[in-house]
């Protein structure tokens, strides 16, 4: 018996129903392992592939929200300014998440759905959810699309960042290189104590992993450097001597145990690198370096 209905559907719309009050710069804190979104390396290229990191505060973790209307935003890495994106418009579970240039498409746009304190990205073109890969806790863990069960690997802090180059003022010590050709390690005496590299000669280097440089710009290196020779000379690279960024020259400083501190200013693309000191001459001893940015 119908009872006068007809079971007839004419029209059904299905509208986004995300916040739509987000418009700015975030960092993306993940609930369920407390690590940040972020641009693996700091790449600018197509295809750069978005991970969960520790916290460092760079333009590779901030990421530019813009409203299009009903909750649904596209979504910049700050790093590139290229937009979040499913890779080749898939709809599977598991489709990686990169940085593309902006085309307009529905994998560039996300639903923000708010979820508690939280917020879901949903892709547009999908209703799958932006979720760490096997829910994992780790550093470099990759981002994917997954089916929405409200996973909290699933779930971001949307932490408001600024909208200036962040600072860097970063200083190592020597000793605590990750690698090294040719060095030894000694106590110092120079204001803080504790140990210094010496020993080098030419041709010997010391490698630092894991460098952040939180934005494109001039930067200065500083070395705390001590010698009784004349005429030593340093160079700085990074990922191998990929990229040289300079040199500077060690001064006789009248003793192998009296310091001083010598600098030059290069420009540095953000991102993480490994951090090589090679002794172009050598006779001289380091005790730290710090970059600072300008």
């Known amino acids: 018996m119908s009872k006068g209905f007809n079971d007839v559907v004419t029209s059904l719309q299905v509208r986004p129903n995300g916040d739509t009050n987000l418009t700015g710069r975030y960092m993306l804190r993940n609930r369920s392992s407390g690590l940040y979104l972020d641009v693996m390396n700091g790449d600018t290229n197509n295809g750069a592939r978005i991970r969960q990191w520790t916290y460092n505060g760079s333009a590779a973790q901030q990421f530019e929200f813009s409203h299009q209307g009903e909750g649904v935003y596209i979504i910049r890495g700050v790093v590139s300014g290229k937009a979040l994106d499913i890779d080749a418009i898939s709809t599977a579970n598991g489709a990686k998440v990169h940085l593309w240039e902006y085309l307009g498409s529905a994998n560039q746009r996300f639903i923000a759905a708010k979820s508690g304190s939280y917020y879901q990205l949903i892709a547009s073109h999908s209703s799958k959810a932006i979720k760490v890969a096997g829910n994992s806790a780790n550093s470099g863990a990759y981002v994917e699309q997954w089916q929405n069960e409200v996973q909290a690997s699933s779930e971001w802090e949307l932490v408001p960042a600024t909208t200036t180059n962040p600072t860097l003022n970063l200083q190592k010590q020597a000793e605590a290189y990750s690698s090294m050709s040719g060095v030894g390690v000694e106590t110092t005496s120079d204001a803080g104590g504790g140990q210094n590299v010496g020993w080098i000669e030419t041709g010997d280097w010391l490698a630092y992993n894991s460098i952040t440089i939180p934005a494109s ?14 005429g030593g000379r340093l160079s700085v690279d990074l990922n191998s001597g990929a990229i040289v960024l300079g040199e500077s020259e060690i001064p006789n400083t009248g003793g192998w145990q009296n310091w001083t501190t010598v600098s030059h200013t290069v420009f540095i693309n953000a991102g993480t690198y490994n951090l090589g000191i090679f002794a172009k001459t050598g006779g001289w001893n380091i005790n730290w370096f710090r970059i600072v940015s300008q």
């Not at 710009?217 to 004349?230: D, H, Q």
């Open 217 to 230: 710009g001039n930067y200065t290196i500083e070395y705390r450097v001590a010698s009784s020779n004349s």
